[in-house]
């Protein structure tokens, strides 16, 4: 069992930076790949980046590769994902996950396990 807080979430204009942080609690975080999903309003949760136990392996959907980086911190137990050149679009609910596993590439909500409550970004034009 893993309890994940997010946080770092607000409003940003475009064009601007933000990282959202995780904390998770446990003393397995290392043995959990960590995602990052988001959710706006009237759409499906989507998935945004992963990275695996010890942040050899990362994988991002197509929409935020080369503007978003995930990182984690396993001594501090925390996950990352530092977002660049924001667009109104990337508008949304962004919720840390996690999953038993070592594949990165699990893009479902489905297959994460445990679930932060969420931290809203909003990005103004």
């Known amino acids: 069992q893993v309890q994940l807080v997010e946080s770092g979430g607000g409003l940003v204009q475009a064009g601007g930076s933000l990282r959202l942080s995780c904390a998770a609690s446990g003393r397995t975080f290392s043995s959990y790949v960590m995602g990052w999903f988001r959710q706006a309003p009237g759409k499906e949760r989507e998935f945004v980046a992963a990275?695996?136990?010890?942040?050899?392996?990362?994988y991002y959907a197509h929409s935020v590769k080369g503007q978003f980086t995930i990182s984690r911190d396993n001594v501090k137990n925390t996950v990352y994902l530092q977002m660049n050149g924001l667009k109104p679009e990337d508008t949304a609910v962004y919720y840390c996950a996690a999953r038993i596993g070592v594949r990165v590439d699990r893009l479902k909500a489905g297959e994460y396990d445990f679930w932060g409550q969420g931290t809203q970004l909003t990005v103004s034009s």
């Open positions: 990275i695996s136990g010890n942040g050899d392996n990362t």
